[in-house]
Antibody, heavy 119, light 108 residues
Framework: EVQLVESGGGLIQPGGSLRLSCAAS????????MNWVRQTPGKGLEWLSY????????YYADTVKGRFTISRDNARNSLYLQMNSVRDEDTAVYYC????????????WGQGTTVTVSS | SYELTQPPSVSVSPGQTARITCSGD??????AYWYQQKSGQAPVLVIY???KRPSAIPDRFSGSSSGTMATLTITGAQVGDEADYYC???????????FGGGTKLTVL
């Protein structure tokens, strides 16, 4: 079964750091571009970051650029999101999602991990 | 920053046709994608590249795009189709992806 499982969420104080992980199974991560997307409580979806299959291209939304870093370890079939200098507004459910082959729709999503920023 | 605009809500009776629109300046050059998200669940891709449907998605879901507007059409909407629907695309450079604000579909 093709699956993505996020982990690493939790309660963190403003200004702190957290690393989210996304474990892929049922497919070879190295063949796919990947993304992080978040959803704040009761609100809509927000695309955060993209990383190409070989890590050659990386893009960020303006809201997290300079604070968050996307990376991947294809040998471990894993995707990561390093979150630094977190703010209250970073409180959300964080999803990893796989790009379709050739096009940029996201066809496989994890169930999400919750990050709560609070003092 | 680039934005996609959707109506906040659409309401239809069961069996009727629901249409959800998404407007964005780059849509004449960039594909639109549509996601369905039911309460407490991860999003599901229902339309890609304006009008293509993943194999697991019922054929009552269809998509179209003309100019700066993309449309998701649900023909013969069912109560089970109640969900939030999001359009998705990129800016003209292709390095900034964006979701629309979402449309809550009510079928009752």
């Amino acid at each position: 079964e093709v699956q993505l499982v996020e982990s690493g969420g939790g309660l963190i104080q403003p200004g702190g750091s957290l690393r989210l992980s996304c474990a892929a199974s049922g497919f070879t991560l190295s063949g796919y571009h990947m993304n992080w997307v978040r959803q704040t409580p009761g609100k809509g979806l927000e695309w955060l970051s993209y990383i190409s299959s070989s890590s050659n291209s990386i893009y960020y939304a303006d809201t997290v650029k300079g604070r968050f870093t996307i990376s991947r370890d294809n040998a471990r079939n894993s995707l990561y999101l390093q979150m630094n200098s977190v703010r209250d507004e970073d409180t959300a459910v964080y999803y990893c999602a796989r790009d379709q082959i050739i096009t940029y729709g996201m066809d496989v999503w994890g169930q999400g991990t919750t990050v709560t920023v609070s003092s | 920053s680039y934005e996609l605009t959707q109506p906040p809500s659409v309401s239809v009776s069961p069996g009727q046709t629901a249409r959800i629109t998404c407007s964005g300046d780059a849509l004449p050059k960039k594909y639109a994608y549509w996601y369905q998200q039911k309460s407490g669940q991860a999003p599901v891709l229902v339309i890609y590249e304006d009008r293509k449907r993943p194999s697991a998605i019922p054929d009552r879901f269809s998509g179209s795009s003309s100019g700066t507007m993309a449309t998701l059409t649900i023909t013969g909407a069912q109560v089970g189709d109640e969900a939030d629907y999001y359009c998705y695309s990129t800016d003209t450079n292709g390095d900034r992806r964006v979701f629309g604000g979402g449309t809550k579909l009510t079928v009752l």
